[in-house]
């Protein structure tokens, strides 16, 4: 019994440890496959904001108040999977006393905000603010990690092409090394 509190322990320990120091998540709702988001470790949970314009999106993963997700961190040294844990989904109401304290370490992190001024203002009018806490369920730590790979091809988007590099491209890069 002890030795079932004491991994207990060790694993609520590794989940706040490693995702406080990690910079992204990966967060898999009951739908779509896993996203990366950015966070903040605050009272227990990762917090983080999306869902409104300019910030990271949510929608399409199912998240919502009362569900569940995992949460995968990686290693900060070595980049690889460290850790793999259930949470808890809750979204505090907008300016409430959970949802301003999530807000306040949130945007202290935020970078290259257009509206630094006004950012809690436009996060309780247009975002949504959720708290993702343990429920103690770790399905992967080191020592437990599955054999199969969880390699996954990249989601579709626009924002990338796929062309040949011009053919003329070679013979300038190699011209502004000699320049």
């Known amino acids: 019994m002890t030795e079932i509190v004491s991994q207990a322990l060790q694993d609520r320990a590794l989940i706040e440890e490693a995702t406080k120091k990690s910079g992204l998540i990966w967060v898999r709702g009951p739908a779509g496959p896993a996203r990366a988001l950015w966070h903040v470790w605050h009272d227990g949970a990762a917090c983080l904001v999306g869902d409104g314009p300019g910030e990271q999106p949510l929608t399409g993963l199912g998240l919502t108040d009362g569900g569940l ?101 070679p013979k300038l890069l190699r011209r502004g090394r000699k320049g």
Do not use: F, Y
């Open 69 to 169: 997700a995992t949460v995968t961190v990686r290693s900060k040294d070595k980049g690889g999977r460290l850790i793999a844990w259930e949470a808890k989904i809750v979204e505090p109401a907008p300016e409430s006393e959970a949802w301003q304290a999530a807000v306040d370490e949130l945007k202290g992190k935020r970078l290259n905000a257009p509206d630094a001024d006004t950012l809690t203002e436009r996060w309780a009018r247009e975002c949504r603010v959720l708290r993702l806490e343990p429920t103690g369920e770790v399905p992967q730590r080191p020592g437990r990690m599955p054999q199969e790979s969880h390699a996954a091809p990249p989601l579709a988007t626009s924002a990338t092409t796929r062309r040949p590099a011009p053919a003329a491209l």
